[in-house]
């Protein structure tokens, strides 16, 4: 165990941390370059033969940086993007961003560490840093921001340079250190233990920009919102932010272990797929999406009474048709994202004959995951964590992700000894009570 390590683990003030050296390398999951290709013709692309847990350099920091000493990291499907190489591999990220040079060129390796949320203390502070010091409790957005582009002042994601960090960059959250620029930092919910604070603001903060931000569907009272995926790591704080904002969430799901999960969570129609006959086993294809579809609507006007006014989609290839059909007229389909496919298949006469829009959505920029952050202080958003994995079992954690056996976020302790710690508000911790902040905890 380095130095720092042994300084946190004795809970040292900030003066004792700055003191303790950063260890010259540090345990982190990462991609090998060398391993690029190796799934070329092969059907099952198992993760776990990808990733790898060894130790790593530790990188300089610019200016505008910061070292955090990761307490609890957690999977994200773009981890299980990158360590199967698809679309593309991430390598080709990491050298057109060392194109910029500068410290930009630091990213361009041949090991990419992985993982885009991260919950620990920072250790660290560039030179330009302002707003953080050695020793705070922070969360770390995923989303890196040129500050440089005019477009990113008016919305960070809108930035030609805008990156995903531990995704498009290096020096991700799966390790037991991470490099992230300061203005990723946000303040760590206070009683949120390390695991259920890792898991929250990628998925989290993306959620509430699909359909709370004026940027997303603009939720409002009564609407009705239909959410596939409903107990994922997006689909969960799908559910609670549409009831929050006095809405309807209809959560699909795919078995009655997910149903039971989703009833927890409180949401107030819920369908299994399967009831209906869009079971896994039925095929998707051009000719029988709207037959699907109109079951599916079906099933909501038999439950509800109408329509949805938003379909929240993430899933992709094989929901998409049926989600831009089952929406009403001058509803809106809102997606971030394609885990079962990126070609997606739809009907237009549906969508320009019923004046209905698809809302693309990309994370949040700062300030809206600030707002989705503020939510969890009050304790009116709640953590998802199923399951929680050491870091030496993060390949085990991705293939659980890959393969779409967990429900809502699978949380990895990385410098955090064991689970529980990280709790600095016990008392609206127990005001709220370890059940309804863990309404998907598997025991």
């Known amino acids: 165990m380095d130095s720092l390590a042994e300084a946190l683990y004795a809970n040292a003030g ?33 993760v776990r033969k990808s990733i790898h847990v060894d130790r790593v350099p530790m990188p300089d920091i610019a200016p505008d940086e910061v070292v ?25 990220f990491l050298e057109r961003n060392a194109r910029q040079g500068g410290f930009a060129a630091r990213h361009d390796l041949p090991h990419h560490v992985v993982g885009s949320d991260a919950a ?31 477009a990113t ?17 290096n020096f991700g959250g799966l390790a037991h250190y991470a490099v992230a620029r300061a203005s990723q930092l946000l303040p760590k919910p206070a009683h949120l233990t390390w695991e259920e604070a890792a898991g929250i603001l990628l998925t989290a903060a993306t959620s509430y920009r699909m359909l709370v931000s004026d940027r997303g569907a603009r939720v409002k009272q009564g609407d009705i919102v239909l959410i596939w995926g409903a107990t994922g790591g997006l689909g969960a704080f799908a559910v609670q932010m549409v009831k929050n904002g006095g809405g309807i969430p209809i959560g699909v799901v795919g078995s009655e272990h997910r149903a039971r999960a989703l009833r927890r969570l409180g949401c107030d129609v819920v369908i299994n797929r399967n009831d209906i006959g869009l079971g896994d086993d039925v095929p998707r294809t051009p000719e029988n999406t709207i037959e699907l579809g109109k079951r599916l609507g079906r099933e909501i006007r038999r439950q509800v009474g109408e329509d949805p006014h938003i379909v929240f989609d993430y899933i992709g290839q ?7 059909f089952v929406v009403r007229k001058g509803g809106a389909v809102v997606t971030c994202g394609s885990s079962t496919g990126f070609n997606h298949h739809f ?18 920029n700062l300030q809206e995951q600030a707002e989705c952050i503020r939510l969890f202080q009050l304790g009116h958003v709640m953590p998802t964590l199923s399951k929680v994995y050491p870091l030496a079992e993060v390949a085990e954690a991705t293939r659980l992700v890959q393969q779409n056996r967990h429900i809502g ?22 005001r709220l009570g370890v059940r309804r902040i863990n309404p998907l905890r598997e025991d």
Request: charged share 25%; aromatic share 8%; proline share 5%.
């Open 14 to 46: 900030p003066a004792e941390l700055e003191r303790a050296p950063l260890p010259e390398e540090y345990l982190a999951a990462h991609l090998r370059a060398a391993d690029v290709g190796m799934f070329d013709d092969v059907a099952d692309k198992d």
């Open 68 to 92: 955090v000493a990761v307490m609890a990291s957690s999977i994200n499907y773009n981890t299980v993007w990158s360590a199967t190489f698809e679309p593309v591999p991430t390598f080709d």
């Open 120 to 150: 620990g203390v920072v250790v660290r502070v560039g030179a330009g840093v302002r707003r953080w010091r050695v020793g705070d409790h922070v969360v770390v957005s995923c989303v890196q921001a040129d500050e440089e582009e005019p």
């Open 153 to 169: 002042h008016a919305d960070a994601m809108l930035g030609a340079q805008q990156r995903i960090w531990g995704f498009e960059t």
């Open 318 to 324: 094989a929901t998409f048709g049926i989600s831009v």
């Open 347 to 364: 009907d237009n006469r549906y969508l320009w004959m019923n004046l209905k829009r698809i809302i693309g959505s990309h994370a949040a």
């Open 409 to 430: 976020k699978v949380g990895v302790l990385c410098l955090a000894p064991q689970e529980g710690l990280g709790v600095t508000d016990p008392e609206m911790r127990a």
